[in-house]
Each structure stands twice: as structure tokens, then as C-alpha cells.
């Protein structure tokens, strides 16, 4: 039967890069579903992430951190995306990291200017901001920044008042039925999540520039009852970097590999057997054809 109050809605998370949009989603989805690094520009595509219950239907759309460097083909497309998710939602998130605002977050405030949209500012990582009067004096500051509907104080890694985050933005979502299905949790498919979960492991184990010219494109994904097999391609834009993400005697690639397999078997519920291969592509981020190839920019 059809509950006659139930909402549903789409809501956009936007900030600067490492913030924590990614950590929110997933903490709010209850899944990874999308990868996380202490390091900016870790996300690259907007990805829905779907809560539903009995009389709600949220759904998070993670952005790309908008940023001040456009530079190549990338990176302006990173923008572009984040820009394009505030189109057709119906409440935006914009989360900034406590007692630290930046001229990217007065960008991002700058790129909401004219929405009439509810912007709910939610204020993170306070787990990581002592004393307590610094939080108070902060939260007083964002609060002249704009009107915002509201102000939330929270940690999305610890998982501090994000139900409360999230029963809020519920009353702001309209009356409707659902989009999705009721078992629904993202609207990508299952081997895009894994690419990324791959990207993660490669994010958080190279260093400096290295993870921002790789993009993961997986081959082949073959599912029986009890394993499913994963080829995956790494691509490098330079030849020398194709020797750094392999490593000394391929250690740098088997230690990505083992944790990447360790989080797809968490994320498939099953065991995955994960093979990769690294190869170049001198310049790709530039290369409209291979971006839309990755997913990364739409088709034209
Ligand atoms: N201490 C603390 N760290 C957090 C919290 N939320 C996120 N982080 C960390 O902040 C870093 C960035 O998190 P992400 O979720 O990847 O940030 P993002 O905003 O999605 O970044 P981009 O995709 O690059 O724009 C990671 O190391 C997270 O573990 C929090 O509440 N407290
Ligand atoms: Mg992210």
C-alpha cells in the first residue's frame, strides 16, 4: 500500500574538496559507495546515494569538490559537475570543516548565490575542533556568512547528529512517491563502485599527484554463486609513473591490490578474485574521448 505522507527528494552535497562529502554519503547510505581519501579531488563524478524507510526516500547526490584551479580537461569537468547536481534537487547540503573557512568555501557560497533552493549548512569534523567555545565562536561566524535554513554541527566519520542531519532534510523534501526502488542504494552501476573503490586504494597509497592522472577501467566482472572476478586496467598519464604505481618488485601493486580486493568483498558480500593491470595513456585528462570512455565526462 502506498503511505499518502511519504517524501521523497533529491539532495545535493556540495563543498570544497576533503571536506567530507564522500564520508557523509556514505555514513548516511550506510555503504561505501563512494571513495574516500585525505586528500582533495578525491571524487570525480556526481554519485547518488539512496536512504530509504518506510515514509521517506532520500537522495544524496556526492559531488566533485569545487575548486579554484581549472586547469585541464579534468578538472574543469569536476566543476562543471558539482555545479550541474544543483540543478533539479530539492535542498542543497553544503558542508564546511569546523574552525576552518577558506576563500573555496566563500566559491562555494558564491555558486549559491542565486539558488532559491533551502541550503542547510552542515558544519564537520567537530570531532576534531577543541576547546568546545571554539565550535560556538565558528558556528556564530558561518552564521552571517548567509541565511541558511539551518546550521548542523556534525562528524560524518564518527556519525555525530547526522540522524538528526537527516530527519531534517527529510521535511524539506516534497511529497511524492519514490524514484527508486525500495532495495536501491546508488544509481551507478555495481562495477563503476568497484573502479572506484580501486581508485581509493590507489589514492591512499601513492603519493602527491600521482592518484589525480589514474582512472580505473574495469574489464571484465564475472559473477558465479560464490566469487566474482575482477580484471581492472590502471591508467597512468606518463610512462614513468606506470613503474611507480607498480612498485619495487610489484609490491606497491600487490598491497593496492589485497586492500582494493578487501574493500570490494566488503562492498559484494562475497569473495572477489582481483587482478590489474597498469598501462600508459600519455595525457588522458585532456582526452574528451577517453574521459567519457571512464564515465567521467558525459557523451556528447
Ligand atoms: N576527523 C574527521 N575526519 C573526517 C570526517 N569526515 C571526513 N573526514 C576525513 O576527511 C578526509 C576527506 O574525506 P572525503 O569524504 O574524501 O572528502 P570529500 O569532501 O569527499 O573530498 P573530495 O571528493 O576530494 O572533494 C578523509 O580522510 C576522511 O576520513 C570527520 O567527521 N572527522
Ligand atoms: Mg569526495
Aim: aromatic share 6%.
Amino acid at each position: 500500500m502506498q503511505n499518502p505522507n511519504q517524501r521523497c527528494g533529491v539532495i545535493s552535497i556540495v563543498g570544497h574538496p576533503n571536506v567530507g562529502k564522500s564520508t557523509l554519503l556514505n555514513h548516511l547510505v550506510g555503504y561505501k559507495l563512494s571513495a574516500i581519501a585525505n586528500k582533495p579531488q578525491t571524487t570525480r563524478t556526481n554519485i547518488r546515494g539512496i536512504v530509504t524507510e518506510d515514509d521517506f526516500q532520500a537522495i544524496f547526490i556526492d559531488t566533485p569538490g569545487i575548486h579554484q584551479r581549472s586547469g585541464n580537461l579534468l578538472n574543469q569537468s569536476l566543476n562543471k559537475e558539482a555545479i550541474a547536481s544543483l540543478e533539479q534537487v530539492d535542498a542543497v547540503v553544503m558542508l564546511v570543516e569546523a574552525g576552518r573557512w577558506t576563500g573555496e568555501d566563500d566559491l562555494v557560497l558564491e555558486r549559491l548565490k542565486d539558488t532559491t533552493l533551502p541550503v542547510i549548512l552542515a558544519v564537520n569534523k567537530i570531532d576534531k575542533i577543541t576547546p568546545r567555545e571554539k565550535l560556538f565562536t565558528f558556528l556564530q561566524e558561518v552564521s552571517e556568512k548567509r541565511e541558511f535554513a539551518e546550521i548542523f554541527p556534525i562528524s560524518a566519520s564518527k556519525g555525530n547528529n547526522t540522524k538528526e542531519l537527516l530527519e531534517k532534510l527529510v521535511s524539506y523534501l516534497p511529497e511524492s512517491e519514490f524514484i527508486y526502488p525500495e532495495d536501491y542504494i546508488t544509481d551507478q552501476p555495481v562495477r563503476f563502485i568497484c573502479g572506484e573503490l580501486i581508485r581509493e586504494q590507489l589514492v591512499n597509497y601513492l603519493h602527491q599527484e600521482i592518484p589525480y592522472t589514474t582512472a580505473i577501467d574495469i574489464e571484465k566482472f564475472d559473477e558465479t554463486e560464490t566469487l566474482v572476478t575482477i580484471h581492472a586496467t590502471i591508467w597512468v598519464g606518463k610512462k614513468g609513473q606506470k613503474g611507480i604505481v607498480i612498485g619495487k618488485q610489484g609490491q606497491t601493486l600487490k598491497r593496492i591490490g589485497s586492500s582494493a580486493r578487501r574493500s570490494l568483498e566488503d562492498f559484494l558480500m562475497t569473495k572477489v578474485m582481483l587482478k590489474l593491470w597498469v598501462k600508459v595513456e600519455e595525457n588522458w585528462q585532456n582526452n574528451p574521448k577517453h574521459l567519457s570512455d571512464l564515465g567521467i565526462i558525459s557523451k556528447t
